[in-house]
């Protein structure tokens, strides 16, 4: 029997999983959220320093509440790209850290690896599939043949989704992440909505772009100063999720892949769930359960166990952090 820690700390939230074997036993988060919401969004030095003083208290619940010591971990898996650099430098210089130490060998995966599979901690799915990873930093589609295997076919050519969720929720004076907030107020709402563009439609590729709608949106509160909030929020939000599925459906045929799964904060979105419902009769869609949809380690931890299984190599040598690296290995 072996356990395994996984560490993920590459954006606001320092998060670290055990398993036994390959079953997850614990996540712990800690959120960085009240800090970061005084400034708006995420200030990266302060997300740095955050982490630091996280990681150590949250590393010793885990291994207390999991009733394991060190002696007990076979595999150590850490985040290491993409993120903010400072992020990621804590949570993988942290856990070489401790593999060294302790002899324990260690597995670096690309966070969009993580996302792509935080489905699979509680579906059984299989491949190939087509694979969404919409969140605040990404909205890239992918064909995930298998645990190593994934091509590109469609990503954003400005902001991410979450990205325009979070930026659209500011100007309306909410607060920070906008996403859950605006998905809440959409829900109020069912009057006329405004018809916001929806970008990048009817073009022939996968591609996604947002800050035209965002744009769109700051446009229509400066002539509308008594605008009506909701009604703001549901068609804005129609207009994302619009969008989002019907490049999805159109990618799915074009591949002919009948499974899909929709990954990354964005998925916990109540439209976006209720639209697939409606929109892929014929197809099998899968979505991470709303704790796995967030940043977390449970999903670094499964991508990393099912690497080390397939590939056995320690990287501690080789783990180097990037910023921005896209995940393609096709
Ligand atoms: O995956 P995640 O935790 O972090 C990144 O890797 O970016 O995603 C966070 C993003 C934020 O932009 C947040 O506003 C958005 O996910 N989000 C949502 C919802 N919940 C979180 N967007 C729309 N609807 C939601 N319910
Ligand atoms: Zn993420």
């Known amino acids: 029997m072996t356990y395994t820690l996984a560490f993920e700390s590459s954006c606001d939230d320092t998060s670290i999983a055990l398993f036994k074997n390959d079953q997850l036993i614990i996540t712990e988060t800690a959120s960085q959220v009240k800090i970061h919401r005084a400034y708006g969004g995420v200030v990266p030095e302060l997300a740095a320093r955050e982490h630091t003083k996280n990681i150590i208290p949250l ?9 394991v010591t060190l002696q007990d971990i076979g595999l150590i898996v850490v985040t290491i790209e993409p993120g903010l650099i400072g992020s ?29 599979h935080a489905a699979h901690l509680t579906h059984s799915i299989p491949y190939p599939y087509l694979g969404v990873a919409v969140s605040g930093g990404h909205t ?27 930026k ?4 309306c004076g909410l607060t920070y992440p906008g996403g859950p907030v605006i998905d809440q107020l959409a829900q109020k709402w069912s009057g006329a909505v405004i018809p916001f563009p929806r970008p990048l439609l009817h073009q022939k590729n996968f591609n996604y772009s947002f800050s035209g709608l965002k744009t769109a949106v ?32 159109k990618a799915a045929d074009h591949y002919q892949l009948n499974n899909i799964v929709i990954s990354g904060g964005v998925a916990a979105n109540s439209e976006l769930r209720k639209g697939v419902a409606t929109q892929f009769k014929d197809k099998k869609v899968f979505f991470p359960e709303l704790k796995y949809c ?18 056995g190599e320690d990287q501690f040598e080789s783990i180097q952090p990037h910023a921005s690296k896209v995940l393609a290995t096709l």
């Open 59 to 67: 590393f010793n619940e885990v291994l207390e509440k999991g009733g």
């Open 88 to 116: 990621l430098l804590v949570g993988t210089e942290c856990a070489r850290a401790i593999a060294k130490f302790n002899h324990i060998p260690i597995k670096g995966v690309h966070h969009i690896a993580g996302h792509l």
């Open 140 to 166: 890239h589609i992918y064909i995930v043949y298998d645990i190593d295997r994934y091509e590109l076919i469609g990503w954003t050519l400005d902001d991410a989704a979450g990205e325009a969720y979070d």
């Open 168 to 171: 659209v929720a500011k100007m």
């Open 218 to 249: 700051s446009l229509y509160l400066k002539k509308n100063p008594h605008y009506i909030l909701e009604q703001v929020a549901a068609s804005f939000q129609k207009a994302v999720v619009e969008v989002l599925l019907y490049k999805l459906k």
């Open 294 to 311: 967030m940043d977390n380690a449970a999903m670094i931890g499964y991508v990393g166990i099912k690497l080390f299984e397939k590939h």
